[in-house]
């Protein structure tokens, strides 16, 4: 009989083995089989190896968790507060919402509005041809809600034209009432003559004894839209910007004079304002020589003439001046 071995012989000497053997040595067979479950595997120890793999349970996905949803809305919405705190603290684009900081110069308004008679009578036309075309027929004429006779303007921030006829038409205006809030833009940086030193008449007013002004700025000098024209307002563009008062439908600027004249583009070159700030092109004002004083105040010239045509030559420390008088003389019939 083979010797037991060393674990066997210390389980038989400490009397602890009790399983029976048969007598050729061999174990007996288990009477009863180890249970199985239903599904016929082994039932899980009640206590885990610690060389089991445990199953970890699987994180949800964030966007699964209710919690993270509570605190995501509440990141959301102080965000937005944030963004709205920030965007109305923020300095308004020019041209988009008139500000104080945009106000003309006391000093470049003064030198606009303040036009030496001596240099108006110097310069006569500038050089600039009448730019006063006659409305043919018998309109009815365009005046205010208060029955002066009114001038309507559309333009916008962004033309390079319109930035040219403002200077003449500030000028001319001057010579019969009175700005507030007239405010400093530029047109656009990505046209032609790209960022023109010029004024907006967004959000500026006018007071005159002899007629009523109108202006209408479409959009700012980044194409943003502004103002929008009336329905009277659009029926005097579809009617008189177009042929033959003008060489393009719908063209900007575009001027109506109590429906007797009108005036499309601009008689100033805006080439020639190129470079300069708001401030050198008013002091440029005084010299009858300058190239820039020339056609500005020429063209303000004409413009005055026509104006004086509405408001029957009043006032006549005005119309009756030189060089506004002979200018009035030499415009079509309307």
């Known amino acids: ?159 390079p034209y319109c930035a040219a006829e403002r200077w003449s038409l500030v000028v001319a205006l001057s010579r019969f009432g009175s700005f507030s809030d007239l405010h400093t833009t530029t047109s656009s940086s990505t046209d032609v003559y790209p960022n023109t030193d010029t004024f907006s008449f967004y959000g500026s007013s006018y007071s005159s004894s002899y007629l009523d002004f109108v202006p209408v700025e479409t959009a700012d000098h980044s194409g943003n839209p502004l103002q929008t024209p009336s329905a009277a307002e659009e029926t005097l563009v579809t009617t008189y910007d177009t042929s033959p008062y003008s060489a393009t439908y719908g063209g900007i600027p575009f001027q109506d004079f109590g429906n007797r004249y009108v005036v499309s583009g601009t008689g100033v070159p805006p080439q020639v304002l190129q470079g300069m700030s708001w401030a050198q092109i008013a002091a440029t004002l005084t010299d009858p020589t300058s190239k820039v004083a020339q056609p500005i105040i020429g063209n303000a010239n004409w413009l005055t003439a026509g104006i004086c045509k509405l408001t029957g030559d009043q006032p006549g420390s005005v119309c009756s001046a030189a060089p506004i008088a002979s200018l009035e003389s030499e415009l079509g019939s309307s």
């Open 1 to 159: 009989m083979p010797r037991p071995s060393k674990r066997r012989r210390e389980e038989l000497s400490a009397g602890t083995v009790t399983r029976p053997r048969t007598a050729d040595g061999t174990r007996p067979t288990p009477s009863t089989p180890r249970p199985r479950t239903p599904e016929g595997t082994r039932p899980t120890p009640s206590t885990p190896s610690r060389y089991r793999t445990q199953r970890v349970e699987a994180p949800r996905p964030w966007w699964q968790d209710p919690r993270a949803w509570g605190s995501g809305v509440t990141f959301v919405v102080v965000v937005v507060v944030v963004v709205f705190i920030i965007l109305g603290t923020r300095p308004a684009a020019k041209g988009t919402s008139p500000s104080s900081a945009d106000l003309v110069p006391a000093s470049v308004l003064s030198a606009v509005i303040g036009v030496s008679p001596t240099v108006s009578t110097s310069i006569g036309a500038g050089g600039v041809t009448d730019p006063l075309e006659a409305i043919s027929g018998s309109p009815s004429a365009l005046t205010g809600s208060d029955g002066k006779p009114e001038v309507f303007y559309a333009g916008a921030e962004y033309c």
